[in-house]
């Protein structure tokens, strides 16, 4: 099957014609999980989409493997985790239900289940203290491969104590185990604490020699040097997974972004093309591409096209993405000299977010600055008015409400 798809990649790309090259993109985009060379190789590509908040990919990914791996419960699981990230909680509890006690992901599933329940608008008392008793004398088992995966979702559930706990047991009950070190690695990197964060990359480098195609560590050591401002390591680094790990397309989107990061703008355009002709659906790539367009060629009306056509991808590549939405709007409205036209599409990149999470005063606070800045000053004062109802702590709405009301020419009730 491997070759198969490796060769319907290799016809794909020499198709000519602007619908045939789409055509391919789209194909190539969708096989991506598909041609992960192993079980580890597919699970570094949910991991890395899960790692970006990207989770309709994580569905989709997950998905897609389960064609070739027919109710394998680890790929069942990633995909409830997609589900329920996406904010669909009812749906994401009838998945996890159904494979609760499955080998291999029984702990996590609880863990998720017990989350899940918690932020249904009506809590199931009884069952999460069920659950909460199920997590206890799960984590009394000597299950290595539940244990992995609770580590992995701790992490990605900003739970970095409970994360490093599980990966432990792991280590203890098997110190081979595939990718332990890895993960090990990075639930010290996203931890927060710079300490721990130093460590990781001596981690990585043992998950490397454990097995040099790990390629988990590698994007770990990435990350690691580019937050160490080694913006130019990290890049030499990553055209070593474009070599060694051709399989795995949104290295090349990464690649764009340490590119832009290092000032290359030409290269990094360049990148996100060779990305986008890989995966018509890389958003990152088009991200960058709008980037470039209003920041470094200042051509606002092709910028708008494009944001047109990201607006479209991101209704079936990440429809229910409220963050990835708000911070569009937040960057575009920025970049984009005041353009009528792309603060229009900026506040409905907006008000989609608060569609979603209606009960962010964030998202809010977001969509009453683009009004701000499309010059709708009674408009935007009602919007950061209704943000600090959401969240009365919101001062960012607050000075927000005082600027509307001293560009309004209201300077006795702004003084107020």
């Excluded at 699981?77 to 997609?82: D, I, K, L, M, T």
């Excluded at 790539?285 to 367009?293: D, E, G, N, S």
């Amino acid at each position: 099957p491997k070759l198969v798809l490796l060769q319907q990649q290799h016809q794909l790309l020499r198709l000519t014609g602007e619908e045939a090259r789409a055509e391919a993109a789209s194909a190539l985009g969708r096989m991506s999980a598909l041609l992960a060379p192993d079980s580890l190789a597919l699970h570094t590509l949910i991991h890395y989409y899960a790692r970006k908040k990207l989770y309709h990919h994580v569905h989709t990914a997950a998905t897609q493997a389960l064609q070739k791996r027919a109710n394998d419960p680890t790929l069942l699981f990633w995909r409830a985790f997609g589900t329920w990230k996406e904010g669909k909680t009812q749906d994401a509890i009838r998945e996890f239900q159904s494979i609760r006690g499955k080998q291999g992901v029984q702990l996590p599933v609880l863990i998720c289940l017990k989350y899940a329940h918690e932020s249904a608008r009506s809590i199931d008392r009884e069952a999460v203290q069920e659950i909460k008793e199920d997590i206890f004398n799960e984590e009394k088992a000597n299950r290595e491969g539940s244990f992995f995966v609770a580590a992995a979702v701790s992490m990605l559930l900003g739970e970095a104590k409970k994360a490093r706990e599980y990966i432990g047991r792991v280590l203890e009950i098997m110190s081979t185990y595939p990718q332990a070190k890895s993960l090990q690695a990075w639930i010290e990197l996203t931890s927060g604490s710079d300490t721990k964060a130093r460590k990781s990359l001596e981690l990585f480098e043992q998950a490397q020699e454990a097995n040099k195609g790990d390629l988990d560590a590698v994007l770990g050591k990435v990350q690691y040097l580019e937050q160490q401002n080694k913006v130019r390591e990290a890049l030499d680094l990553l055209n070593t997974v474009l070599v060694n790990f051709g399989w795995f397309t949104p290295a090349v989107s990464e690649k764009a972004r340490l590119l832009l990061a290092l000032g290359e703008w030409e290269q990094a355009h360049d990148a996100s093309n060779r990305a986008l002709a890989l995966d018509a659906n890389n958003v990152d790539a088009l991200i960058l591409q709008i980037m470039h367009l209003l920041a470094k060629e200042s051509k606002y009306d092709t910028a708008r096209e494009r944001i047109a056509e990201l607006a479209d991808l991101l209704k079936d590549a990440e429809p229910l993405n409220a963050v990835l939405h708000v911070e569009l709007a937040a960057l575009f409205s920025r970049l984009c000299a005041r353009h009528s036209g792309i603060l229009v599409q900026c506040q409905e990149l907006a008000t989609k977010a608060t569609q979603i999470d209606a009960l962010s005063s964030d998202y809010m606070t977001e969509l009453a600055n683009v009004r701000l800045l499309m010059g709708q000053f009674e408009r935007a004062y009602t919007t950061f008015q209704e943000a600090t109802k959401l969240d009365e702590a919101n001062m960012t709405a607050l000075y927000g409400m005082i600027r509307c009301q001293v560009l309004l020419g209201q300077l006795d009730e702004a003084a107020g």
